[in-house]
């Protein structure tokens, strides 16, 4: 059983950055993609982006390219994602996720074997 928790959520100014971690306990990531989602007040659940368990591969949402980087460390512990130039409209709950033998295209799906608890990320205008 793999537990992911988040962390490095919190308020930040329209165009700033945010570093979000998703470290893994209990086991590291292994043989799994590791992933970002994000769910906004009333809306739906929504793939940010993947990486695979090389970290050779990664995937990212159109609504964050250029924006958005995901990286995982070389002991497969923690995935990261750096966001800059935040805009209001990226404000939400942001989950970590990891999926086994799966490609980071795979996991744009939504489907993974396990989830985070979640970490806000509020962007002010």
């Known amino acids: 059983q793999v537990q992911l928790v988040e962390s490095g959520g919190g308020l930040v100014q329209a165009g700033g950055s945010l570093r979000l971690s998703c470290a893994a306990s209990?086991?590291?990531?292994?043989?799994?993609?590791g992933g970002w989602f994000r769910q906004a007040p009333g809306k739906e659940r929504e793939f940010v982006a993947a990486?695979?368990?090389?970290?050779?591969?990664?995937y990212y949402a159109d609504s964050v390219k250029g924006r958005f980087t995901i990286s995982r460390d070389y002991a497969k512990t923690t995935v990261y994602l750096q966001m800059n130039s935040l805009k209001p409209e990226d404000t939400a709950v942001y989950y970590c996720?990891?999926?086994?033998?799966?490609?980071?295209?795979?996991?744009?799906?939504?489907?993974?074997?396990?989830w985070g608890q979640g970490t806000q990320v509020t962007v002010s205008s």
């Open positions: 996720a990891a999926r086994r033998f799966a490609t980071a295209q795979a996991m744009g799906d939504r489907r993974a074997d396990y």
């Open positions: 209990g086991r590291t990531f292994g043989n799994s993609a």
């Open positions: 990486i695979s368990w090389s970290g050779g591969s990664t």
